[in-house]
């Protein structure tokens, strides 16, 4: 690397390092354990996302693009500290595993609008019912050479100031793991909801192949010794008294000790009914290996939360913005995590009207009253390039929880 890429990572770790040494980060990692198992603390606030695009700071000016992902990383991280939201910051950089095998073996076209940062169409490779026996198998398998060879690069650059984290967990999570995703980029919303009705049992064969692929694929990771407690999944800070704090290269763990996660988003618009039998009933042989899970992304769950009780491990459940917030709340009550996540469009995107979000914000936490609610701040797509909007946010957010 030259000389000038590394001064640029080295700077900006040693400043990370500073962060994640600050001494509210042990205040609030007893804060996440406490809330994330069902006890009494104050709501807690999470910034997901900020408009990082439209700052000035998310520039990378490393001339060697492969250190642009963990130079974004730290950037990223130093910029989402000034929001003094009730985020963790943790002392190492992950570097993610290359893997043999990714995706279902077809190829999923997206066809992008002119637009900047625009929207896309899929070409959905799944058009006629016989394409399903051209679908692969998954497995986890990974590349050692790349994998180490990525890692070394990292380590002689920042490797004395920060832990390099290495991340073998397997390919499929996430968004390649909810089944519900790789049904819309497969198959195609509304050509999947056609399929429950006109063709259900080819439907249950494809649901059921990809459910068994995810879990294939988890179980081979856990037998190779590759899912660590960098792998944590909950779409919130990964803490909780029942499973193990998150952690660097340490790997070798059961999915009991972890955090799974699901969402269902291209199922939004399908019955609770329809959900349960050509969704949930696929994401539980995977969710079940898990110690704890978070359910649910944009989607309204309002009328869903009763199917979700099936989930045996299950904890938190998102509340989107297009959510009844007072009904999912009557329904959820006491017994998991309310992941309120307020329209982030009316809080920080076409302007900023301290009235109108102190009126969201008190309706809504008052609905959630005996609930353990946290405040998600996600999908923040504008700020209108002002870097303080969210900071304002968070401040005012703070004032309505003392309330």
């Known amino acids: ?7 640029i990572l080295r700077d900006l770790a040693r400043r990370y390092v500073e962060v994640c040494d600050d001494p509210e980060q042990p205040i609030r990692r007893h804060l996440w354990r406490r ?38 990383f730290l950037r990223y991280q130093l910029f989402w500290d000034t929001m003094r939201d009730d ?9 993610r595993a290359v893997y043999r095998c990714q995706g279902w073996g077809l190829e999923v076209e997206r066809r992008y609008s002119d637009e900047p940062r625009g929207s896309f169409k899929v070409d959905y490779p799944i058009k006629h019912l016989e394409d399903i026996q051209r679908l692969r198998v998954p497995w986890h398998e990974i590349d050692e050479e790349q994998t180490a060879e990525n890692a070394r690069r990292v380590e002689d650059a920042i490797g004395d100031i920060i832990t390099v984290n290495v991340d073998r967990g397997p390919a499929y999570r996430m968004w390649s793991a909810d089944i519900s995703t790789d049904l819309g980029y497969l198959r195609g919303i509304e050509n999947f909801m056609v399929d429950m009705l006109d063709n259900p049992v080819w439907l249950h064969r494809l649901a059921r192949f990809l459910s068994d692929g995810v879990l294939r694929t988890h179980d081979q990771a856990e037998a190779a010794g590759d899912w660590g407690l960098c792998a944590h999944q909950n779409q919130a800070m990964p803490y909780a008294e029942e499973l193990d704090d998150p952690a660097p290269n340490a790997n070798g763990v059961k999915r009991s000790r972890l955090w799974g996660y699901m969402a269902a988003q291209e199922f939004t618009a399908v019955s609770p009914a329809m959900h ?36 045996p491990n299950l904890r938190r459940i998102a509340v989107s913005p297009f959510a009844d917030v007072a009904r999912c709340a009557e329904q959820i009550g006491p017994d998991y995590v309310l992941s309120y996540r307020p329209s982030p469009t009316d809080m920080v995107g076409y302007d900023f009207n301290p009235a109108r979000v102190r009126e969201i914000l008190r309706r809504d936490l008052a609905a959630c009253r005996g609930c353990h609610v946290d405040i998600t701040l996600k999908d923040v797509e504008t700020v209108q390039h002002d870097p303080d909007r969210v900071r304002r946010w968070v401040r005012l957010a703070r004032e309505e929880i003392e309330r």
């Not at 985020?87 to 570097?95: A, D, G, L």
């Open 87 to 95: 985020s963790i910051f943790e002392p190492w950089v992950t570097i």
């Open 1 to 7: 690397m030259t000389v000038d890429d590394r001064a």
């Open 276 to 311: 349960d039998e050509f969704l949930l009933r696929y994401q539980l042989p995977i969710l079940k290996k898990f110690g704890l899970v978070a359910y649910g992304c944009c989607e309204d769950l309002t009328s869903k939360i009763g199917i979700l009780r099936q989930v």
């Open 35 to 72: 809330h994330n198992s069902l006890k009494d603390t104050r709501p807690l606030i999470y910034v997901r996302a900020f408009a990082w695009r439209e700052m000035p700071e998310s520039q990378c000016r490393c001339a060697d693009p492969f250190f642009h992902p963990y130079e974004n």
